[in-house]
């Protein structure tokens, strides 16, 4: 079996086509991932707020939100890092996905 050139091009556009699908899906995948971890945050936000908008002062365990407020998130998924310094200001908000060095 012999091997020519056009042999040799057809396969090396074919490779760089699915390099180029691999790209594409990866970055679909990392912006997906991105605006996932906004959309938790965002949602302990809101959550902060309305109960600071409904008893005067900002709660001091991320746990409350969940009892009181009916915030949820996929635990498995996401590290929630809610630090309350101060029941009038508002607390400090990170989310990691699990297995990620930083938030």
């Known amino acids: ?3 020519n ?3 040799i091009g057809a ?3 074919f ?3 699915i390099l180029c699908f691999a790209l594409l899906i990866s970055g679909i995948t990392g912006k997906e991932s991105s605006r996932e971890l906004q959309m938790v945050r965002d949602a302990v936000k809101n959550a902060a707020l309305t109960c600071y908008a409904v008893e005067g002062t900002y ?3 991320l746990e409350y939100l ?3 407020y009916h915030l949820s998130y996929n635990k498995d998924r996401y590290i929630v ?3 309350a310094f101060a029941s009038n200001l508002m607390p400090d ?3 990691a996905e699990r297995g990620a060095n930083e938030p």
């Open 15 to 17: 490779a760089a086509l």
């Open 81 to 83: 890092y809610y630090d």
């Open 1 to 3: 079996m012999r091997i």
């Open 66 to 68: 969940q009892e009181n």
């Open 11 to 13: 396969f090396a556009v």
């Open 59 to 61: 709660p001091a365990e």
């Open 93 to 95: 908000i990170k989310v």
């Open 5 to 7: 050139r056009k042999d």
